[in-house]
């Protein structure tokens, strides 16, 4: 019995662990200023695909030992909208794919 408590305790911190890495690598995203042709604009990914966007997801997950994070949501024209950043060796952030 103790086993299987120790067991579900270990795992339970397991995975609180990983789901809090992932939060912080989609705030990180979410925090990260838009810039056009190194200009910034002022404003966060968070902020305007959040506001623009209905039924939005952002989750994180790995894709051969390199860290992605994406977001999905829904244009006011009922559009399906993509968009995957990789995280760099330095933790920045590029897009990497962007699709409607």
Do not use: H
Request: glycine share 4%.
């Amino acid at each position: 019995m103790k086993r299987i408590i120790t067991l579900a305790l270990s795992m339970f911190i397991i995975l609180s662990l990983l789901t809090a890495c992932g939060n912080s690598l989609i705030n990180d995203v979410k925090n990260s200023q838009i810039k056009f042709a190194f200009e910034d604009t002022g404003k966060t990914y968070g902020e305007v695909l959040d506001a623009y966007c209905s039924n939005t997801k952002w989750k994180t997950f790995s894709s051969n030992y390199v860290q992605m994070i994406e977001f999905s949501g829904t244009t006011p024209s009922e559009q399906k909208v993509v968009i995957q950043w990789v995280q760099n060796f330095d933790s920045t952030y590029d897009i990497c794919w962007a699709w409607l």
